[in-house]
């Protein structure tokens, strides 16, 4: 069972920034992708950024491309998002991810979420 803590969360200023982290208790050897996605009130969950654990290859939603940074730890079972410029729109519940192989196909592994509000 793959388990993932988020940290880093809280409260910014338009124009602020933050940093979460997220660490997964799993093998790293069997974690290809880790990356986060985002829920705001009475909205679907959307992917932000995501990042392969082999090669490094990265994703961003265009609404965080220039502002947000996703990046790996040197265990590559934890990964990175600094989010700079924040915007109020950013303002959301921020849910890691880890995706590993399974019998079935891939799996996606959750965190239990971060809030992360943006507010003058």
């Known amino acids: 069972q793959v388990q993932l803590v988020e940290s880093g969360g809280g409260l910014a200023q338009p124009g602020g920034s933050l940093r979460l982290s997220c660490e997964a208790s799993?093998?790293?050897?069997?974690?290809?992708?880790m990356g986060w996605f985002r829920q705001a009130p009475g909205m679907l969950r959307e992917a932000v950024a995501s990042i392969t654990t082999t090669g490094g290859s990265t994703f961003y939603d265009d609404s965080v491309k220039g502002r947000f940074t996703i990046s790996r730890g040197n265990a590559k079972n934890t990964v990175y998002l600094q989010m700079n410029n924040l915007k109020v729109e950013d303002t959301a519940v921020y849910y890691c991810?880890?995706?590993?192989?399974?019998?079935?196909?891939?799996?996606?592994?959750w965190g239990h979420g971060i809030q992360v509000t943006v507010s003058s």
């Open positions: 991810n880890a995706d590993t192989p399974s019998p079935l196909g891939p799996a996606r592994h």
């Open positions: 799993y093998d790293s050897d069997r974690i290809y992708a």
